[in-house]
């Protein structure tokens, strides 16, 4: 697969996931009567499942990061190419504001307008490291044992931490830049970005760090069991066929 493919996958697969995002936001505002906990439940509900759908579409093509810390945590680990990290974060950045865009126009929205909704504080912050953090070790730990499962693990988390955070879970430096952009129950000031963005690429470090050195003694334990069954199997081919001999000195 071509770089182009793989950034122009990211890039629609990002735009379609902030569409969900801000489109369900919005939708969930209007139809709640003023219920703040039914909005947020709308807006979790249909962005878990777009998620799904979103990465299931994407996946085999660009590996469907959608999300710089996932594409950067990626990269440190060894399992991406660090040359394709610019033009994937590019991808992504792009892809989130088509999507602020493309929900704004659907809702009769103004195509871009600062969001004046605050999401300041020490707790708030923390959430992204935590919400981050968490979303990183859900997709490492899958990836390794069930990479099937992935795209149904990072959307069942994702549903989960919009209710576990303070901050809703936005666990991705993309997706907030692009909220700051729409005035909506979705959006972030953008005062309030640097904060969240910081706090998820160190969530990302840590946990990317953290699993490096959880599977460093399996991978080691692996490496061992490969080479002693190596050993045994050249040893076995080395010694002389026993029943061929026996054979041999009958005759």
């Known amino acids: 697969m071509t770089s182009g493919r793989k950034f122009a996958a990211e890039c629609l697969g990002t735009a379609l996931l902030l569409a969900a995002v801000v489109g369900s936001g919005i ?23 777009a998620l799904v759908a979103i990465i299931l579409a994407f996946g085999s093509i660009s590996g ?3 999300n710089p810390a996932v594409t950067l945590g990626s990269a440190i680990e060894g399992s991406f190419s660090w040359r394709e990290v610019p033009g994937y974060i590019v991808a ?3 892809g989130a504001l088509m999507g602020v865009a493309a929900a704004h ?21 923390f959430s992204e490291f935590v919400a981050t953090f968490g979303l990183l070790s859900v997709i490492r730990g ?16 994702i549903t989960g931490a919009y ?6 879970s936005f666990a991705n430096p993309a997706v907030t830049l692009a909220r700051s952009m729409t005035n909506t129950f979705s959006g972030i000031r953008p005062i309030d970005v640097p904060g969240f963005v910081v706090a998820q690429f160190m969530g990302a470090l840590t946990a990317t760090l953290f699993w490096s050195w959880l599977l460093q003694g399996r991978n080691t334990a692996h490496v061992q069991q490969e080479t002693r069954s190596l050993s045994v199997h050249r040893q076995l081919s080395a010694e002389p066929d026993g029943g061929g001999t026996a054979a041999s000195d009958g005759e």
Do not use: D, K
């Open 27 to 49: 939708m969930g505002e209007r139809l709640s009567g003023g219920n703040v906990a039914i909005a947020l439940l709308a807006n979790a509900i249909a962005t878990g499942a």
């Open 64 to 66: 469907a990061h959608l």
């Open 92 to 94: 992504q950045m792009l």
């Open 105 to 125: 126009f659907m809702f009769g929205e103004p195509v871009f307008t600062a969001s004046q909704h605050v999401r300041t504080g020490l707790p708030q912050v």
């Open 142 to 157: 899958c990836a390794r044992t069930r990479s099937e499962m992935v795209p149904f693990a990072v959307a069942a988390y």
């Open 163 to 168: 209710w576990f955070t303070a901050s809703t």
